[in-house]
């Protein structure tokens, strides 16, 4: 075999090994760190997710006073949850909003892992008050009517229903989410009912606080809101 031949013959042998080298040793590509195992469906997001430079205004509905609620700032972020094989990541998101004297103060959204039809939302709001306790106020994976409960500062959860129209002020929205938080206090037995309504494209319209020495209740008035 003459130099030239054993030449191809050995170029011929490397290009064989890097064929098969892509095609039987080559390590596979991992999932991708930036897209989580749950995100935030459509469904979700025409419910919760708003973009900053939203604001709504709500109105006392004792006083008729009405304040603005702007969302100033908002972050992304990915989450882990879960240890071992049931680990699993999450797409969550923050609202913060101005002071205001409509009692919020930021709200965070986070996919679930629950399996459920397109058409039904995954994801969950916790909304924060003033006074730094929070409760969970949207959940409409859980089934209607359940008492869930959910422990420590967030109580009781309970998806209560989906009214097809309401009215609150003079607009009537459609497709509306009403849930309730109930917390208890053992110290003096009181239970505490947060009642809140949200609708679709505009998020939370109605919510109302209620025990037996008080009640406060805010109604939306008007709402300027941006989304993807």
Same mark, same amino acid.
């Given at each position: 075999?003459?130099?030239?031949?054993?030449?191809?013959?050995?170029?011929?042998?490397?290009?064989? +090994?890097?064929?098969?080298?892509?095609? @039987?040793?080559?390590?596979?590509?991992?999932? !991708?760190?930036?897209?989580? !195992?749950?995100?935030?469906?459509?469904?979700?997001?025409? #419910?919760?997710? #708003?973009?900053?430079?939203?604001?709504?205004?709500?109105? *006392?509905?004792?006083?008729?006073?009405?304040?603005?609620?702007?969302?100033?700032?908002?972050?992304?972020?990915?989450?882990?949850?879960?240890?071992? %094989?049931? @680990?699993?990541?999450?797409?969550?998101?923050? +609202?913060?909003?101005?002071?205001?004297?409509?009692?919020?103060?930021?709200?965070? $959204?986070?996919?679930?892992?629950?399996?459920?039809?397109?058409? $039904?939302?995954?994801?969950?709001?916790?909304?924060?008050?003033?006074?730094?306790?929070?409760?969970? %106020?949207? %959940?409409? +994976?859980?089934?209607?009517? @359940?008492?869930?409960?959910?422990?420590?500062?967030?109580?009781?959860? $309970? *998806?209560?229903?989906?009214? !097809?129209? +309401?009215?609150?002020?003079?607009?009537?929205?459609?497709?509306?989410?009403?849930?309730?938080?109930?917390?208890?206090? %053992?110290? &003096?037995? !009181?239970?505490?009912?947060? *009642?809140?309504?949200?609708?679709?494209?505009?998020?939370?319209?109605?919510?109302?606080? $209620?025990?037996?020495?008080? &009640?406060?209740? #805010?109604?939306?008035?008007?709402?300027?809101?941006? @989304?993807?």
């Amino acid at each position: 075999m003459d130099r030239l031949s054993r030449v191809l013959l050995f170029i011929g042998f490397l290009v064989l +090994m890097g064929f098969g080298a892509c095609h @039987q040793g080559g390590t596979p590509p991992g999932p !991708d760190p930036s897209k989580p !195992d749950y995100d935030f469906s459509q469904s979700s997001k025409d #419910f919760l997710y #708003f973009l900053p430079n939203s604001y709504w205004v709500y109105q *006392n509905d004792s006083t008729l006073n009405a304040y603005s609620v702007k969302l100033f700032s908002a972050h992304e972020e990915i989450r882990q949850s879960g240890a071992g %094989a049931s @680990q699993y990541t999450y797409n969550a998101y923050w +609202m913060y909003y101005t002071n205001n004297d409509a009692g919020l103060q930021k709200g965070e $959204i986070f996919a679930t892992n629950f399996t459920i039809a397109d058409d $039904i939302p995954n994801t969950a709001e916790r909304i924060y008050f003033n006074d730094n306790h929070y409760k969970i %106020a949207f %959940a409409p +994976m859980y089934p209607f009517g @359940q008492r869930i409960l959910l422990g420590g500062e967030e109580g009781t959860f $309970i *998806n209560k229903e989906l009214i !097809d129209q +309401m009215t609150v002020g003079e607009k009537v929205y459609d497709s509306v989410y009403h849930s309730i938080s109930e917390d208890y206090n %053992a110290e &003096a037995p !009181d239970t505490v009912f947060y *009642n809140f309504y949200f609708a679709k494209h505009f998020g939370l319209i109605k919510y109302n606080i $209620i025990h037996k020495n008080s &009640a406060v209740s #805010f109604s939306l008035l008007e709402s300027n809101v941006l @989304q993807d």
